[in-house]
């Protein structure tokens, strides 16, 4: 089991470009989470997903957007860097939405907006 | 409004000495609490979760917290800190109420000297 895995480990943008990151979970998850991450600002919950086919805003979306086409999948987009969404971006998933479950996270995408 | 304090963002502690590091959380109804272990380059790994029952906690790699509900707090606990223990450490919370919505702390740095 490969767990929660992720593309790119580490990418460089211009302002104004854009990118897709991908998740990958093996754990037949339903539920599946995107996070960043900041100094001092511990996680912060950008989309997430309870299913194949559906997405949910989370706290920060402003700026990004997502797609769960598969259910092992799970991408997070931005249409249009900008240097405030630099940051380390993680993936997570867990079996379901219960309070108790489990997250289990990906290793990390590092973004740097120039 | 669920929230979540680490008020240490380091903890310094030789090897071989007991290590705590603190958290305070803050919901409005029953919590669970969770912490997590991130090493360098890596994604978060689940340590342990108070969800109901024995105050104390026993999680992975020796770890141990203590879950106070008069004091609103689960500190994370070692008996005797490894300098392999060095990492950045997340307290997490969730409303019992409240279903997969996780609020995550700063994050506390953790350093063991040998």
């Known amino acids: 089991n490969a767990g929660v895995t992720q593309t790119p480990k580490f990418r460089v943008l211009k302002t104004g470009q854009s990118m897709t990151l991908l998740c990958a979970q093996d754990?037949?998850?339903?539920?599946m989470y995107w996070y960043r991450q900041d100094p001092g600002m511990g996680l912060r919950l950008i989309h997430y997903s309870v299913g194949e086919g559906t997405t949910a805003k989370g706290e920060v979306p402003d700026g990004y957007n997502v797609s769960r086409l598969k259910k092992q999948n799970f991408l997070l987009g931005l249409e249009s860097a900008a240097p405030s969404q630099t940051s380390v971006y993680f993936c997570?998933?867990?079996?379901?939405?219960?309070?108790?479950?489990?997250?289990?996270f990906g290793p990390g995408t590092r973004l740097l907006v120039l | 409004a669920q929230s979540v304090a680490q008020p240490e963002d380091q903890v310094n502690v030789a090897e071989g000495n007991p290590l705590t590091v603190k958290c305070t959380y803050s919901v409005s109804g029953n919590p669970y609490l969770f912490w997590y272990v991130q090493y360098p380059n890596r994604g978060l790994q689940f340590l342990l979760k108070y969800i109901t029952g024995d105050n104390l906690v026993k999680g992975s790699y020796g770890f141990e917290a203590e879950f106070n509900k008069s004091q609103t707090s689960f500190h994370l606990k070692k008996p005797s800190a490894l300098v392999s223990d060095s990492a950045l450490y997340f307290c997490a919370v969730r409303d019992v109420t409240g279903g997969f919505k996780t609020i995550f702390g700063a994050g506390t740095r953790l350093f063991v000297k040998a």
């Open positions: 997570a998933s867990s079996a379901n939405g219960m309070s108790q479950e489990t997250q289990y």
């Open positions: 754990m037949n998850h339903e539920y």
